[in-house]
Structures are given as structure tokens and as C-alpha cells.
């Protein structure tokens, strides 16, 4: 009796720690960069804010285009990390909500898009998207919800084979960089059997991971040959283009 309760104790202490470790390791994201926090405050063209929830508003200040855009972030990532893109995005029109997850991961939060398309009533259409795994649980979500979403933006990403769209007819935009070193084009390349054959791809040439967002660098990953400034730029023009385009579909 006295030896299984010993492992009994052991057990419990060895999950204990466990448990712990990995509560600390996802509790650690990387953190947004000078550029990102500076990208959080208001402009004369974009509102940003912080709702209950904790969840990133930038909304654009004119003629919005009556599209929302929901970004999951990356694994361990802050989420205020893709201030800079997304208040591009908003710029040109587009609602843009970023929503925190379950120990900042998205695989642990998919449908937290569900209470975002629930609370803001004022949206005509909703577009979801993400970045890495991000991406793959907003995939995850469009497969699941194709009342709710029209749209599908993955940056630096794919869906998982469990996830298959390829006989889809929802728009979905696929954008990738040269210089990936973890969603390498080679990856991106061969999950094109999973996405609709319409799906629209633009490659960032010089680009890698970490600059879909701005938080450093990331290990894995392979050094960029343009700066990230340029980056956001681009992945912002591609993103906004094709929310543009669905807008004008959508009318």
C-alpha cells in the first residue's frame, strides 16, 4: 500500500510539473515591437481600441466597405503584435478584430471568431484569417462556419488535411514568403490540394515568418532580405486587395 501510494504521489507531482511548464511556456509569447505598439493608437484615418473581452478593434474612420476581417494570431505570439498590418488593413476600409487565445494558442481557441461575428452587428460580411497556426484554425473555422464567413486570408499558412477546402467555393487568399523558413514555400506549395483551385497566392519575395507580424525574430526561421516595414506593406496591399474585391462582389 505504501509503495502505490509513493507512486500515486509521484505521478501527481511529475503532472503537476508538467502542467506547470507548459502553463509557463505558453504564458511566454513573444512580445510586440516598438513599431507595434506604436501602430495601437489612433489616427485620423483608423480608430483603435480594446474591447471587454480583450480583443483588438481598429476601425476606419470614413467609408467603411462593410467587411470585418478576423486575425488569429500565431502560436505564442501577443496579440497586439499585428497592430501594424491590421490598422493597414483598416486603413483601407475594413474592419480588422484581433482576438486573444487560450494560452495564446489558436489550436486551443478556434471558434473564438464565433462570439466576434455575434457581438458586432453592424458588419455585412465576415472575412477570417491568421497567421501560421493562426491560419490553420481560421481555416479550421471557415470549414465549420460557411453561413457566417465569405472569406478566407491565410498568411504564411495552410490548412491541416482534416480541414480540406479544395471543394470549397469560398474566396481564400494564400500569402507566403521566400524566405519562410517554417511555412516554407515548399509546404505552402504542396497544400495547394487542400485549398479551392481558385484560391488567389501571393509570395512576399525577401520576406519570411516573423515579419507577417512584429515581435522579432523567431527561431526557425530564416533571415529576411527586406525589411519588415516593406513586408507589412505588401501583405497588407495583397490582404486589403482581396477584401476590396469581395466587398464589391458582395454588394
Do not use: C
Amino acid at each position: 500500500m505504501q509503495t502505490l501510494k509513493r507512486i500515486l504521489v509521484t505521478l501527481l507531482l511529475v503532472t503537476g510539473v508538467a502542467v506547470g511548464g507548459f502553463v509557463a511556456w505558453a504564458n511566454t509569447p513573444a512580445k510586440p515591437s516598438a513599431e507595434a505598439y506604436a501602430a495601437m493608437k489612433s489616427t485620423d484615418d483608423v480608430k483603435v481600441s480594446l474591447d471587454a473581452s480583450g480583443r483588438l478593434l481598429f476601425e476606419p474612420i470614413g467609408a467603411p466597405n462593410g467587411i470585418g476581417f478576423i486575425l488569429y494570431p500565431e502560436a505564442r505570439v501577443d496579440p497586439r503584435a499585428y497592430a501594424p498590418l491590421a490598422r493597414g488593413i483598416a486603413a483601407r476600409g475594413t474592419v480588422v478584430v484581433i482576438t486573444p487565445m487560450v494560452f495564446n494558442l489558436a489550436i486551443l481557441s478556434p471558434e473564438r471568431a464565433q462570439d466576434i461575428v455575434d457581438t458586432y452587428q453592424g458588419i455585412r460580411a465576415w472575412v477570417i484569417g491568421g497567421h501560421s497556426m493562426g491560419g490553420s484554425m481560421a481555416a479550421h473555422f471557415a470549414r465549420l462556419h460557411t453561413k457566417e464567413i465569405k472569406g478566407l486570408v491565410l498568411w504564411a499558412s495552410f490548412p491541416a488535411r482534416s480541414d480540406d477546402l479544395s471543394q470549397s467555393a469560398i474566396p481564400v487568399l494564400s500569402v507566403s514568403a521566400s524566405r519562410d523558413g517554417l511555412a516554407t514555400p515548399a509546404k505552402v506549395m504542396a497544400a495547394r490540394l487542400l485549398l479551392p483551385p481558385t484560391t488567389t497566392y501571393q509570395s512576399v519575395e525577401g520576406g519570411n515568418h516573423a515579419q507577417f507580424g512584429s515581435y522579432g525574430a523567431q527561431m526557425g526561421d530564416h533571415a529576411a532580405t527586406i525589411d519588415a516595414a516593406e513586408q507589412w506593406r505588401l501583405v497588407v496591399q495583397a490582404t486589403a486587395d482581396f477584401l476590396a474585391q469581395l466587398a464589391k462582389q458582395l454588394q
